[in-house]
């Protein structure tokens, strides 16, 4: 699919195949915590923020919702692969249900640094949603809820962005190389 912006290449999925998804993946959590008290929701931010959203909005499950940023990026388009804590969660995760909701896994370093940083924490469980997986990533990272596998190229939208901005665009496209590579 074209889109109209310049900056925009094309778009990846759509904003009604994202719906779409969203709602299958929140009934699978469901069918798989079923039986579980509460669900504690953990959103990275900035980018998981509006999955986040739709997908708690769309949870027939007792659940709740928390944040946690982390920093893998310059103010360069690269990354560094060493990631930071930025935002701590607010309460303990101690013998909780933890799912933690990521917007993409590019290399793997932000979703490998998260798990090993909340598995130290001891909750009951620990599992992952992800939006979105570059089919490059380098580690070997296992997703319990993955939405798409895209293409290795630079992505904005639903949440995903580029220094800031394209967050808000209702899909998924590929970003112009003149945009990044200035």
């Not at 007792?62 to 701590?88: C, I, P």
Request: glycine fraction near 4%; include cysteine.
């Amino acid at each position: 699919m074209v889109t109209n912006n310049p900056d925009l290449d094309r778009v990846l999925i759509s904003q009604a195949q994202i719906a779409e998804r969203v709602k299958s993946i929140a009934a699978q959590v469901a069918k798989d915590y079923d039986n579980v008290d509460n669900l504690y929701m953990v959103g990275i931010l900035k980018g998981a923020f509006i999955f986040l959203a739709d997908l708690a909005r769309e949870l027939q499950v007792s659940h709740s919702v928390d944040f946690m940023a982390v920093s893998s990026y310059g103010k360069t388009a690269t990354t560094s692969g060493e990631v930071r804590l930025v935002l701590d969660l607010r309460e303990p995760i101690i013998d909780k249900h933890v799912l933690i909701v990521e917007d993409i896994v590019d290399t793997g370093h932000t979703l490998n640094y998260l798990l090993k940083t909340l598995r130290g924490r001891q909750p009951k469980s620990l599992k992952t949603c992800v939006l979105v997986r570059k089919e490059r990533d380098s580690l070997d990272i296992n997703v319990d809820y993955l939405g798409f596998t895209i293409p290795d190229v630079w992505v904005v939208g639903y949440g995903l962005d580029y220094a800031d901005s394209y967050r808000t665009l209702p899909y998924i496209a590929e970003l112009n190389k003149r945009v990044y590579s200035k």
